[in-house]
């Protein structure tokens, strides 16, 4: 159980356009979902918490405008990298959280590999 | 502030060897710990985890980590490490609100 997909798994686009990244949960229902940053041979960098129909939360110096996080179900959030420069190429993670749960935990989605040409 | 410290960047051990990764937090209340693995270009597995009860915990692949309240420590232990251990290690405390602070990541690095 608490599988959590991500889709595409790797993509590449071009300067300028824009991206979206799903976040599934497949087998829970996820009040919160939680979108990473991953630069090579880092660690995880927390970008936003998004609770189900609410306004995504961003973390400091995350810009809510390129970063567009939208939760609108219970199984699934997206994030959209709008007009994608090459530095916005990086891992991105996803993770999801069910309520209830005693150990409070998150479960992680496989990541998507996002290159800007 | 909360915190999460991983001192070893990088770890070389030989296959057959024991390793322990070590975890130090910094956190008000009692915290929920994890400790995750990462192979490059993947997402995280769970290796085990600790929230109350009996202080040493059992996870997958033959780890083990020890919460020691007194030290504000969480070290990830395995008595005899495999070629396929070789991963990224991450520690991360976890709050009532399902946020994680993640510790920097040891590289593990496993000799034949």
């Known amino acids: 159980g608490a599988v959590v997909s991500q889709h595409p798994s790797w993509v590449i ?74 530095e916005d190429s990086s891992f991105y993670i996803c993770s999801a959280a069910a309520s209830g749960t005693v150990s409070y935990e998150q479960y992680f989605g496989p990541g998507t590999r996002l290159t800007v040409t | 502030a909360q915190s999460v410290t991983q001192p070893d960047i990088h770890i070389t051990v030989s296959e057959g060897a ?28 769970l290796l085990l985890k600790y929230f109350s009860g009996d202080t040493l915990v059992q996870g997958i692949k033959g780890f083990e980590a020890e919460f020691k309240r007194s030290q504000s420590s969480f070290n990830l232990r395995k008595p005899s490490v495999h070629w396929s251990d070789a991963a990224e290690y991450f520690c991360a405390v976890g709050s009532g609100t399902y946020k994680y602070i993640f510790g920097t990541g040891t590289r593990l690095k496993v000799l034949a």
């Not at chain 1, 189900?52 to 400091?60: F, I, L, V």
């Not at chain 2, 990764?21 to 997402?43: D, E, I, M």
Request: charge should be positive.
């Open chain 1, 13 to 86: 686009c071009k300067s300028g356009t824009s991206v979206k990244i799903e976040c599934r949960s497949l087998d829970f229902q996820a009040t919160t979902m939680f979108w990473y940053r991953q630069f090579p041979k880092q660690s995880l960098m927390l970008m936003a918490t998004s609770n189900e129909g609410s306004k995504a939360t961003y973390e400091q110096g995350v810009e809510k405008d390129k970063f567009l996080i939208n939760h609108a179900s219970l199984t699934l959030s997206t994030l959209t990298v709008t007009s994608a420069h090459p």
């Open chain 2, 18 to 45: 024991s390793l322990e990764l070590r975890c130090n937090y910094s956190y008000g209340a009692t915290p929920y710990l994890f400790w995750y693995v990462q192979s490059p270009g993947q997402g995280l597995q």
